[in-house]
């Protein structure tokens, strides 16, 4: 996954480069330019990449994964993934900047850390390991590679690169894509040859993994078991080798000395980590973002087996409520709910459903008792509202709105349709500045800019509210640009 090169020299620019990203299991190919017009990012062939370059690589990286890769964008899933992120970055001795954690949709046994901390684990082999011990060996192994700066080093050593190559390149290694269909100059085809870990990273980054691993309190074998699963996925798949393994070689080697590691400490005390819990996690995973008949069997089968497996009950209640059949989503949430009546996974999906049943009590019953991300909120202020409180909804939607990260969100439907019905809450309420502003928010972030001014604009002219005068002054450029501005 790293890159260097020799074929450089002076400051070239680079102009009119397209990629063509072929995804397998999805149904067209999807066609991004990363490279156009693009300077040489530096002029000193001896420059250093500093801790606050590689954050800023980082950043530049996400923003084309965001635009070009299907991410998981459920709340609960990312929240689930990011805590075991988290967990593990809490034991980090040398933190140099916030670590974050995504899934990629996509049924590919692959994984990688990007610069700047973003670690990436794809839906194939999330769904693959039995434990979340497992599940936690791969991203301790992937933010190894991470703390221990291997991208960044090459970097170091090369020469003049442009930023957006740098991308582009990394894009094509890490996701597994083409990097023929990737470096159509010379210069991009001589970076593609050196991309593997080298033996020394491996190590490296088995050894800063596994040590954040344990201390974080899982369990160590879990390494060992996840690196052999991936080799069985390998033999069972008549020899076609998973991403992973491609970037990550010398497996069999390494898989040997881990065991053997494992055996001459003395880990710290293990701790307990809700199987269930991933196991749940997995259900969703599955429900949600895998073919929806196939899952429907997966559970069905599952439930023939056993009868009171309220996992299953619940990743079937999952696939009824993605087809919107609300009624035998309720029926198999209540089984679940039966066996397990603590599970907030099981009042959250029945608050949803009830809440799209129209029958808005029994929504608030179960809404009532789960954390309050987006789409929890957007339900437990319809509920609310149609219950005649809509003070408490404007306020559960306003709370849920101050949390809202535009570089790390995915899903911004959610956020819009909370700004949709601010603005109809508002318009009951007569405050037509706020429902204006509201309605200039939905349309910023459903991408119409010329709307979102507009309203903006009107609510400016009616407001006389302080506060909503801070808001909006924080819109530049209200006005509809000039025609000689526009072209």
């Given at each position: 996954?790293?890159?260097?090169?020799?074929?450089?020299?002076?400051?070239?620019?680079f102009c009119h480069t397209l990629i063509l990203v072929y995804y397998k299991n999805m149904y067209k190919?999807?066609?991004?330019?990363?490279?156009?017009?693009?300077?040489?990012?530096?002029?000193?062939?001896?420059?250093?990449?500093?801790?606050?370059?590689?954050?800023?690589?980082?950043?530049?990286?996400?923003?084309?994964?965001?635009?070009?890769?299907?991410?998981?964008?459920d709340p609960v899933l990312n929240r689930y993934y990011n805590e075991i992120g988290q967990t593990l970055s809490a034991h980090l001795k040398e933190r140099y900047y916030p670590y974050y954690f995504f899934i990629i949709d996509d049924s590919t046994l692959n994984a990688f850390a990007a610069p700047g901390g973003y670690v990436f684990i794809y839906r194939g082999l999330f769904l693959a390991f039995d434990t979340e011990d497992e599940l936690a060996a791969v991203t301790a192994h992937e933010m190894g590679h991470v703390v221990c700066r291997h991208i960044a080093k090459r970097i170091e050593k090369s020469k003049k690169i442009g930023i957006a190559t740098m991308i582009a390149i990394l894009a094509g290694a890490f996701m597994g894509l083409d990097a023929g269909a990737i470096a159509t100059t010379a210069m991009?085809?001589?970076?593609?040859?050196?991309?593997?870990?080298?033996?020394?990273?491996?190590?490296?980054?088995?050894?800063?993994?596994?040590?954040?691993?344990?201390?974080?309190?899982?369990?160590?074998?879990?390494?060992?078991?996840?690196?052999?699963?991936?080799?069985?996925?390998?033999?069972?798949?008549?020899?076609?080798?998973?991403?992973?393994?491609?970037?990550?070689?010398?497996?069999?080697?390494?898989?040997?000395?881990?065991?053997?590691?494992l055996k001459r400490i003395s880990p710290p005390k293990k701790k307990h980590h809700d199987q269930r819990r991933f196991k749940l996690m997995q259900a969703r995973l599955r429900a949600l973002y895998t073919e929806t008949e196939a899952a429907k069997n997966f559970f069905a089968l599952k439930l023939r087996q056993d009868p009171k497996d309220a996992v299953s009950h619940y990743g079937l209640a999952l696939c009824f409520m993605r087809e919107r059949d609300w009624g035998k989503a309720i029926i198999?949430?209540?089984?679940?709910?039966?066996?397990?009546?603590?599970?907030?996974?099981?009042?959250?999906?029945?608050?949803?459903?009830?809440?799209?049943?129209?029958?808005?009590?029994?929504?608030?019953?179960?809404?009532?008792?789960?954390?309050?991300?987006?789409?929890?909120?957007?339900?437990?202020?319809?509920?609310?509202?149609?219950?005649?409180?809509?003070?408490?909804?404007?306020?559960?939607?306003?709370?849920?709105?101050?949390?809202?990260d535009p570089h790390l969100t995915l899903n911004l439907s959610d956020f819009s349709q909370i700004c949709y019905h601010l603005a109809h809450a508002f318009a009951k309420k007569k405050k037509l500045d706020w429902a204006h502003y509201y309605l200039g928010k939905y349309f910023e972030l459903e991408g119409k800019p010329a709307q979102a001014r507009y309203h903006f604009q009107k609510a400016k002219n009616l407001t006389q509210d302080k506060a909503l005068k801070v808001k909006i002054g924080k819109k530049p450029n209200l006005k509809e640009p000039k025609k000689e501005d526009k072209k």
């Open positions: 996954m790293y890159f260097t090169t020799s074929l450089i020299r002076g400051n070239f620019l190919k999807i066609v991004c330019i990363l490279l156009t017009g693009i300077f040489l990012w530096t002029n000193s062939a001896s420059a250093l990449i500093t801790i606050e370059e590689e954050k800023k690589m980082g950043e530049k990286f996400f923003a084309e994964v965001k635009r070009q890769i299907p991410l998981i964008s991009g085809a001589g970076m593609a040859m050196s991309f593997k870990y080298s033996r020394e990273d491996e190590e490296q980054a088995d050894r800063t993994g596994l040590n954040i691993l344990l201390a974080s309190g899982y369990d160590g074998k879990a390494v060992v078991s996840s690196f052999k699963k991936l080799l069985q996925f390998s033999l069972g798949s008549g020899g076609k080798i998973p991403p992973y393994l491609k970037t990550h070689p010398d497996l069999e080697v390494r898989i040997v000395y881990i065991a053997n590691t198999h949430l209540k089984q679940a709910l039966d066996l397990k009546p603590a599970e907030p996974l099981f009042w959250r999906a029945l608050g949803i459903c009830y809440t799209e049943k129209e029958e808005f009590t029994l929504a608030l019953r179960y809404l009532k008792k789960v954390n309050q991300d987006a789409e929890v909120a957007f339900y437990l202020g319809l509920a609310y509202e149609h219950n005649g409180n809509i003070d408490k909804a404007i306020k559960i939607w306003q709370s849920a709105l101050e949390k809202f």
